[in-house]
């Protein structure tokens, strides 16, 4: 290539501004999906290949949940559900690929993706309209995705990434903070409930200001405010006619928000082999009716406790690096929300989430200054980045 890594920074670009774009059903290959898996077949094609621990825990994730679908296909399983196992091989594919080209070139394709992602995303939803308050009919905004949980997912990946990619002086302030807005605002209008809990809760953190004591005290006294009268006005019935608020005062009384319904316990109707092992995707369906609606125990009803175990152990070497490079506070912001979320939704699906697990494994450019951010008045020549590094486990 005339300019390294300029097809690939093309394709992260393309891929990662498409994350919005849904064209087809839900489990269908989308836009993006085909951007990113021609970024990862590029990105192999010209790197030496050298697994971390957590991309060969992947791995080992990806061949045997493989198996276990290819064991059930030939006791007479539904062709179709091959498609379990290919979500698997591409989240082992592409964050392997997004870590190997962020290493050695940087992070402005997902950067300047991003921010595309988030016009798109907000202005498909302004489109549609939003309805926020209570007039005789309840819908939730889907925008340019499927359902409004996907809508949600992307509104918790997008607050995390913004702040990754604060971290990483990619954003300044003024960015960082109509990110942060987009991300309540799309969080609100998808009234998914694990979405607007995860973004309430982690977006104290995130705003957290790296300033002297005397901000920092200020910061403090008027989130404690701002929580107090939201507080107040919630009990004096003053946000009554608000959709989200009537979701979420709800949470606890509906039937669906149950661990049993989301399908928490499937795994305990298989055989002993088949809870070490796992049910596979066909037998989960017909159990449940539906997916296990979690990001860790739809691993352990399809593949037992193998792929629950390297699931488990693929994200404790995740928040050991976090905490390493992030601190506490950049733990809880880039792996809080898509954790929280994962409780009562399976995130893992969600190829968001992998572009933000593998750039948070990727160090800090160290060319970058903590506290200044990038120019971001042109798109960079493609490739440009940081110098080349890799994070070890």
């Not at 498909?124 to 996907?150: H, I, K």
């Not at 792929?307 to 995740?318: K, P």
Request: net charge positive.
């Amino acid at each position: 290539m005339s300019k390294p890594g300029s097809i690939q920074a093309f394709l992260l670009f393309l891929g990662v501004a498409l994350l919005p774009v849904y064209l087809f059903g839900s489990g269908a290959a989308q836009p993006t999906h085909i951007a990113l898996a021609l970024f990862a077949g590029a990105v192999w094609l010209t790197t030496r290949i050298a697994l971390d621990r957590w991309s060969f825990l992947l791995l080992l994730l990806a061949i045997h949940g493989t198996l276990v679908e290819l064991i059930y296909l030939a006791a007479g399983a539904d062709p179709q559900n091959l498609m379990s196992a290919v979500f698997l091989i591409y989240n082992f594919i592409v964050p392997f690929a997004v870590f190997a080209y962020c290493s050695r070139y940087g992070d402005r394709p997902i950067a300047f993706g991003l921010m595309i992602a988030a016009v798109i995303a907000i202005g498909t939803v302004a489109l549609n309209g939003v309805e926020l308050q209570d007039v005789g009919g309840t819908s939730r905004s889907t925008g340019s995705f499927n359902n409004p949980n996907q809508l949600g997912y992307f509104a918790v990946c997008l607050l995390s990434l913004t702040y990754l990619l604060r971290e990483r002086g990619a954003y300044g302030n003024r960015v960082t903070i109509a990110f942060y807005g987009a991300a309540l605002f799309l969080a609100i209008a998808s009234l998914s409930k694990a979405a607007m809990v995860a973004t309430f809760v982690v977006i104290f953190f995130a705003s957290k200001p790296r300033m002297s004591r005397n901000y920092l005290a200020a910061w403090t006294l008027g989130v404690v405010g701002a929580v107090g009268l939201l507080l107040y006005a919630y009990l004096a019935g003053y946000l009554d006619q608000y959709l989200f608020i009537q979701r979420l005062d709800g949470m606890l009384n509906e039937g669906d928000s149950s661990l049993a319904s989301r399908g928490y316990f499937a795994f305990l109707d298989g055989g002993i082999m088949q809870i070490f092992l796992g049910l596979g995707s066909e037998n989960v369906i017909r159990m449940v009716g539906h997916e296990v609606h979690s990001t860790f125990f739809s691993i352990l009803s399809n593949y037992g406790l193998v792929g629950f175990g390297l699931l488990l152990a693929v994200v404790i070497v995740w928040f050991r690096l976090l905490w390493r490079m992030h601190g506490f506070v950049g733990l809880v912001c880039i792996a809080g929300p898509a954790m929280m979320y994962g409780i009562t939704h399976n995130g893992s699906r969600f190829t968001i989430f992998w572009i933000l697990f593998a750039l948070s494994l990727v160090p800090k450019p160290r060319s970058v200054p903590k506290r200044q951010a990038r120019p971001q008045s042109a798109m960079p020549p493609p490739g440009a980045g940081a110098a080349p590094s890799r994070a070890s486990a």
